[in-house]
């Protein structure tokens, strides 16, 4: 143990260990000879390129961290989902039930999404894929048939070996969604959540089981909005060229007044 004095810089050593201190004394100034002879090796090596610590370029430790950072950093979600990795279904064997996730594009460009399953045959999804504008949302619907559990095992032991795949692809702006963009573009294409299936048990309420309620009561009332047809507030078109807006009507209607009032005048 050492204490330095900072008025006359002499260090003071409160315990002596010759033998050990000798050799710490002949270990550093090797050290230091080697770590000097190193440097100036390094130095004529390098010439006039700018070091860090008298060891290592400049340009090539900070291009070599960054490269480390970059492998470190995961890749950028475009999708937002919740739930975020799971899909709850309702454990009733011998249905075919629902379960609902919620997708928004959390990135600054339209976004196209596609779902995908281990078991197709017994499972579909409401949209399978779509094209979403920046900040734009979707509530999804799944549908999953429950079989029945073996050796009378209980709801919440029963696992499912289903898993769903949403992959994301960026598309350049709005377009009509189709899954063949996703085969052409295969160097594009982002894996953004594998979803593991989880039952719930209906004879149980749960917060998890009162949202997905919430969830595919929304889902239903956006798929009855889209099958409305589209409000007409432009002119209406009859045939081919012909065009009558709401002002050519009521004058026509109008001039008709004016004569059948004309005709009953003259009687």
Known sequence: MVIADEKDGKVWGLFKLPFRNAQSTTTSRSSSHNTLHYRSQQHQSLGNTSLDDGSVPRSNSSSSVSSVARSLLPARRRLKLDPSNKLYFP?????????????????????AFKFQTTVPKSCFMRPPGAILSPGESIIATVFKFVEHPENNEKPMDQKSKAKFKIMSLKVKGPMDYVPELFDEQKDQVAIEQILRVIFLDVERPSPTLEKLKRQLAEADAALEERKKPAEDTGPKIIGEGLVIDEWKERRERYLARQQVEGVVDSV
């Open 91 to 111: 454990y009733e064997p011998g249905k075919q039930v629902r379960s609902a996730i919620k997708i928004k594009n959390s990135s600054k460009s339209h976004v």
